[in-house]
């Protein structure tokens, strides 16, 4: 076990490493001159300009203008936005429980349905509603989701007016932001109607964000599942006289979890990383949507600075599902 | 001993199909059963003779695309086929039990043994967590596994073959059975392993008095253990007989053929095979 | 083994008719493939003649015509039948060229993908040594970034257009062909033939190429299907960011971009190009599914 999560931390720094060069060659490879990017201004004068060089070392050797990058991602320096600034990680630190809070309730969504109807799938395999639901699966599968958001929002907010277009809350509601998430803040702050209010706007996008993950984990656990019914030793769970219930719910679940979980674990990495088209929707003020805005503005210390930080946050969440994985895969835990 | 004349399971005239590609496939057809109390039984037959799939079809752990019909399959008089799911599943895995060919992918390798064995004796018996461990540890110090504490506690992928199947005959007595079906349980293992298993399952046998079919295509272990033997091939009955009968004067010319290709009957310094083209299914007896 | 040796061309083709029957049985089996096949076929006869089936001119604005609604609705007409966008083009005409731009995404994307991908993972799975560890350790830091992430920061790069857009996509997909040719060149060079083949003195570019390669076929040919399929969305998703194809190409991306401000008040103009989208990729992950039943019968035979 502990062999195994060495081999895996051992993985994640080449990797990370690899990052680096890409966040740091990233602006060097853009057109137009380094400084004035990083600055974000147009013509300057020569003496700022000699400034701001030395400012952002430019003016070192490359192989040192990279050790002092990393260096300072280390310790938390990013860079500085040019349109906000404010620091980079600042800022991310601000805007991602917006998507935490949005990536986990569609993970939620995604697994208290996805589960069920890929085990039911596979359980009555080749019935109708096998077939409705694997159809159904490979429909949400194959949608545009920026397209499936906004037919949503013609149908819920517009024609039916249930749902709000944008935002995290209504405007008429301002209070202390605590944890960042805008559902448990709104329920501490007391306020009468904030609660649901934020409910009713993260309802919309949390459905839009669910659905491929949705479909790709019911067709998972389908043919999971599929492959531990024919194992032997849920025969022999049969032979012994267990009820259908618990064949099914406990010696074949347990085996098709395993890679079920990886699958699930990938899937929530795709979403911390900015649930780009999402966001940009719902107006939903989270990473993925500054990081859009920021391309769009050619913000590119946030880009870079972003590109970094997403990165490890995904190889990051990545690791802690191998470990789990480890962890629930008795044949590692276990010696 | 009781002196009930009927057998303990009756099977008439068991037939079961399968679905394939072209058409539907008969793996079995018409073969008739029966056993005795504290009878073995060995089922005898080549791949593809359906010897497996008899016994499956009386368990109930065919597949569902699987048809199976029957006049009648009885346990202790018992019609099994027109029961409710709910009185099936009281007399699998306790009264009946069965052991496989591949003992360490029969067990599920997400659990410990010990939660395997225990899990049989909760769904059949009354004992409480503590009677149900000892009983466990009987059960293991019975199928001559050392050190049974440590070995509840272990993972499937921990242990051998030849442990896993004793793991296996543990779970299968735990009920204390009338019948237990072996489907080739040492085909998978070593042969020294082997044969320790079968004098394990000889005892057994032995001690409880229960009653057992051996599933085998070797003949070799039918000699040992058996009382009566049916040889099957492509899914049909080509002989039954007890044993010495079978092995002095084989009736079928298949069951000669079989005989004759055991290297303990080889002559010449050709070992005879089994010539395929000749139409064995064309005599019964 | 057969006694001539003057047949073995014509025995070859046979063989290949052969399997190339056998793969139609499994296939045709599947009904949704099928479905999804006859589809696709239909979607490549649109875009071939676009310009005879097309009513109007994709990009032609009619100054009087702004958001005209769809035939069936009041206000509408046939002769701009799904409706007008917000500058007076007929969608109809728009979404019949717009097949054009997808279809040759998916083609070009993976095209490029593949051919990068898999000399990447023939080199990293033949030579292995540190040649393999470069390569793959290249392809594990592309896969760290959320892919659409990675080709907008790309774009951002080459500057925002369709050809930049299809550029970073390749680069973005390629890595999954690599890693399967790799594993799929372990395991093959592991096998009898390859190693009787090296007795034989075959070299190395000829053993990769001809020998191994072939029989690693299966899981790329499923593997470019849901590439093709990610294409596609994945250009879409550019175009609609303002990123990828830009205005006034008829790319159905592109157009969703152009539809935004207008969902409340015209909803046809944000519908049909979505439910293009949609068919297509359903109609291509329908035709890979499908090739993936048939190519391994042995893992699924429902």
Not at chain 1, 252 to 269: C, K
Request: aromatic share 8%; charged share 15%; glycine share 8%.
């Amino acid at each position: 076990m502990l062999r195994f999560l060495f081999s895996k931390l051992l993985l994640i720094v080449p990797t990370f490493i690899g990052i680096t060069i890409v966040a740091f060659g990233f602006v060097r490879v853009l057109p137009g001159d380094p400084v004035l990017l990083l600055a974000g201004e147009r013509g300057m004068n020569p003496d700022r300009y000699q400034a701001l060089l030395h400012q952002f070392g430019y003016d070192r050797p490359i192989v040192v203008q990279y050790f002092d990058y990393v260096w300072g991602l280390l310790h938390g320096d990013f860079g500085i936005s040019i349109s906000t600034k404010q620091p980079v990680f600042q800022e991310f630190l601000n805007l991602f429980p917006a998507t935490a809070e949005l990536a986990i309730c569609a993970m939620f969504l995604a697994i208290i349905i996805g589960i069920p109807a890929g085990i039911l799938s596979a359980v009555k395999r080749g019935s109708i509603f096998d077939q409705a639901t694997m159809g159904i699966a490979l429909t949400g599968y194959s949608m545009p989701i920026f397209w499936w958001g906004l037919l949503l929002i013609i149908l819920f907010s517009g024609i039916l007016g249930w749902t709000p277009v944008s935002g995290r809350i209504s405007l008429f509601y301002y209070f202390p932001s605590v944890t960042g998430f805008m559902t448990i803040d709104s329920l501490l702050s007391g306020e009468k109607g904030a609660f649901t209010s934020a409910l009713s706007h993260l309802i919309l996008p949390s459905i839009v964000l669910a659905t491929i993950p949705l479909a790709v984990i019911a067709r998972q656990t389908r043919s999971a599942m599929l492959e531990v019914l024919g194992e032997d030793y849920v025969r022999t769970a049969r032979a012994k006289g267990l009820s259908h219930k618990r064949v099914i719910g406990v010696h074949a679940l347990r085996n098709a979890m395993i890679p079920v979980i990886t699958t699930i674990g990938l899937q929530i990495g795709m979403l911390m990383a900015g649930a780009i088209l999402t966001e940009t929707i719902f107006s939903w003020p989270g990473i993925g949507k500054w990081m859009i805005d920021s391309i769009s503005r050619r913000d590119y210390p946030v880009v870079q600075g972003g590109l970094v930080l997403i990165a490890a946050l995904v190889m990051f969440v990545n690791l802690v599902v191998d470990l789990l994985y480890g962890l629930i895969n008795p044949r590692i835990r276990h010696q | 001993m009781d002196q009930t004349m009927e057998p303990l399971l009756e099977v008439q005239n068991l037939s079961v199909s399968f679905p394939t590609a072209n058409g539907e496939t008969t793996v079995l057809h018409n073969a008739s059963y029966r056993i005795d109390r504290s009878e073995v039984l060995a089922i005898v037959g080549e791949s593809g003779s359906g010897k497996s799939v008899a016994m499956l079809a009386v368990m109930g752990l065919l597949p569902g695309t699987a048809r199976v019909t029957a006049d009648r399959i009885a346990f202790e008089g018992r019609d099994l086929v027109s029961m409710s799911e709910k009185e099936r599943r009281k007399i699998i895995g306790s009264e009946i039990s069965m052991i496989f060919q591949e003992p360490i992918a029969s067990l599920n390798p997400c659990f410990t043994a010990g939660f395997q064995i225990e899990e049989v004796l909760k769904q059949h018996t009354d004992l409480d967590k503590k009677g149900r461990h000892k009983r466990a540890v009987e059960l293991l110090e019975a199928v001559g596994l050392p050190n049974p504490e440590d070995r509840l506690k272990a993972y499937p992928h921990q242990m051998s073959g030849g442990q896993c199947q004793r793991i296996m005959i543990a779970i299968a007595m735990a009920c204390s059975p009338k019948l237990l079906i072996a489907d080739e349980p040492t085909t998978a293992l070593d042969v020294t392993i082997q044969k320790q298993i079968l004098e394990l399952l000889a005892r057994l046998q032995a001690e409880t008095g229960m009653a057992m079919i051996m599933i085998t295509h070797d003949m070799g272990v039918v000699a040992e253990t058996a009382d009566r033997v049916v040889v099957q091939y492509k899914g049909r009955k080509m002989e039954e007989a007890d044993v010495l009968s079978l092995f002095e004067n084989p009736k079928h010319a298949y069951t000669r053929a079989l005989l004759s290709a055991l290297p303990e009957n080889a002559t010449g310094d050709r070992l005879p095979t089994i010539d395929y083209s000749a139409d064995f299914t064309g005599e019964t007896l | 083994m057969s006694d001539s040796t003057l047949g073995q061309p014509v025995q070859k083709r046979n063989v290949r008719l052969q399997m190339l029957a056998e793969f139609w049985h499994y296939f045709s089996q599947n009904k949704g493939a099928v479905v999804g096949l006859a589809i696709l076929i239909l979607l490549v006869l649109v875009a071939v003649f676009a310009p005879l089936l097309a009513p109007h001119n994709p990009i032609e604005q009619y100054r009087d015509m702004f958001l005209t609604p769809p035939f069936w609705q009041e206000g509408g007409t046939l002769s701009f039948p799904l409706g007008t966008d917000a500058v007076g083009r007929d969608i109809l005409s728009r979404l019949i060229y717009g097949s054009r731009y997808s279809l040759a995404i998916g083609l070009i994307v993976v095209s490029i993908a593949l051919l990068l991908g898999i000399t990447l993972g023939l080199l990293a799975g033949f030579f292995r040594g540190w040649v393999d560890v470069a390569i793959m350790r290249v392809m594990d830091v592309i896969l760290a970034f959320p892919p659409l992430l990675l080709a907008l920061v790309l774009v951002a790069v080459l500057g925002p257009g369709l050809f930049n857009a299809m550029i970073a996509i390749a680069l973005v997909l390629q890595p999954h062909f690599a890693r399967l040719t790799r594993a799929a060149v372990m395991a093959e060079a592991k096998r009898e033939y390859v190693v009787s083949a090296r007795v034989a003195g075959a070299r190395n570019v000829r053993l990769m190429f001809k020998t191994i390669l072939p029989n690693c076929l299966a899981p790329l040919i499923v593997q470019a299907t849901l590439s093709f399929s990610n294409a596609i969305l994945e250009a879409a998703a550019l175009g609609f960011l303002g990123m990828g194809a830009q205005p006034p190409t008829p790319e159905w991306g592109t157009m969703l971009a152009e539809a935004r401000e207008f969902i409340l008040r015209a909803w046809w103009v944000v519908t049909f190009p979505g439910l293009a989208i949609l068919i297509t990729v359903l109609a291509i992950n329908l035709v890979g599914d499908g090739l993936r039943d048939a190519l391994d019968p042995k893992l699924k035979r429902s």
